[in-house]
């Protein structure tokens, strides 16, 4: 018995080696070319969401500067890939989201020659010194596996782009400049966060804008200095509709990085915002830097009348400072205070108060002394430079009525002194149908001292025009019934009190003196017509050994 050999199996073997080869084949083909490209798929659509969790970053960030709440948001800094049953993932794409430049010095936005128009703001806001804020950017930079072209996306002075191998692409518009206002949203802390996950970031205000500082150089450009990495060309494109502001990107002074300029023209009267806002580990709540005040201590007061003084403390970027210690102190020439401070809690001629949320300390002022005209010393952190206080001069204290309510301004007769003991003003010449630039008054010396008193100060604290045309802005005060020779005083209207040069001297009753105003325009020449029927102002006189006297002052109308 022989046996043969028996291939009739091997075709079914081949082709079975064949068929699994062409799947072996196609299995690497889908994962070389299809994953990829899915993952790819994968990656640009995380680039995108991410995209717009970083446009609302930027927009938290500018919006915590203006509102003062903290405002959250989230970025999904890595992507997962789907699960796969027969093919092989990357690992997971990660991110990087980090701030930059906030701890180097060398990175700060300045402010040159700014000075303010209003005159308490400007002991600080002087021109002379130069405002340098810390500064710097957040960047977000993907770990992607596949997605080579994915961008690095910077959040930089309030605008949020793109930063591509062949260019960069802003994503948000400039809320730097808007017209004449220009408002610095400062970015201060440590942040970096990196991984798959998604994480949080908190934009937290740490100075909040609500103060506009009004400022204006009549001799130079303000000049305002912030470190860019975007080119010129894209500032071109994002403050082309801003002709109220100059710009140029120039080499940063360090020699790292360049400096985007703002020039702000001289002669013209700008806006300015300025906002801190932190993100991660932020520094220390900002000191007081300044105050201003809110309400004014001015014109007459009687004994026993009380007046509230409100008094902002401000930090370097012009914003509120809480729960600040605020001192107030009464002064004045003579030995004894012309007042009383009462913070609430404690009455003294020197009291403490702390600021509220708006940054504001208040004190009740109450007049003691008719004879004297107080100051009241309102500083904060020390108060040794001008910037640190606010010294309210402009107040004359008249006898009171012993009510404790004080005649204030209501025209009595201690207004208007007739009585003995005062010096009255017993005439005030007409003034005809089309005004007049000049005008007489006439005083007695009723005080009943032994022999002349002499005027030594005047202070013309209040105008007001009747009609629809400009009132005075200031008067020369003359002795006699004609404005010849120098003038005795220069005074300003709502001004300081001025001295007299030489003296006016008034001769006992019944012999009258008299006093000539001649009213200026704000150029410091006669105004015509200053003086009409319907305007009154009001005048004090401050004379040696007799006291101080106010007068209400109207003219009747000339036949």
Known sequence: MSFRGDDRGVSVQVGAIVLLGFLVVALSLYQATVVPQQNRGVEFGHSQTVQNQLVDVRNALVRAATTGTAQPSTVDLGVRYPPRAFFVNPPPATGRL??????????????????????????????????????????????????????????????????????????????????????????????????????????????????????????????????????????????????????????????????????????????????RVGVGRTSAAEPPAYVVPVTELEGTLATDETRTVVAEVRDRFNNPVSDAAVTAEVTSDGAVPGGELDNGTTAGTRVTARTDAEGRARFAFEATNATVEPSVNVSVAGGARPHLRVVYRDLTVVPGDGSGTGTGTTGTDELNPSKDGRVALVSAEPVGGNGRTEVTLEFQNRTGADGPVRLTAARLSFFHKGTNKDAPAGVELYEGATASGLPRATLKVGGNVSDVTPRVTLPERPTNRSLTLRFLATDGSPQAKAVEEADFYVLTLRFEDAGTFTYFVSHQKSA
């Open 98 to 275: 980090a701030t930059h430049g906030t701890a180097d010095p060398s990175v700060a936005v300045t402010v040159e020659n700014a000075t303010a128009v209003d005159a308490e703001t400007r002991d600080y806001w002087n021109g002379s010194r130069v405002a340098r804020y810390g500064t710097g950017s957040l960047a977000y930079r993907p770990g992607y596996n596949v997605y080579r072209g994915a961008p690095t996306t910077v959040y930089e002075n309030t605008v949020l782009y793109d930063r591509l191998a062949r260019g960069n692409r802003t994503a948000t518009d400039q809320a730097l400049v808007d017209g004449r206002t220009v408002t610095l949203v400062l970015l201060n802390g440590s942040r970096s966060a990196s991984g798959v996950s998604a994480t949080a970031v908190e934009a937290r205000p740490l100075s909040v804008s609500t103060r506009v500082v009004t400022v204006r150089n009549d001799t130079a450009n303000v000049t305002v200095r912030l470190p860019t990495a975007l080119p010129a060309e894209e500032w071109d494109a994002l403050l082309r509709d801003e002709p109220a502001v100059a710009h140029d990107v120039v080499p940063a002074p360090s020699g790292s990085g360049n400096v985007l300029e703002l020039t702000l023209f001289r002669g013209v009267t700008y806006e300015l915002r300025v906002a």
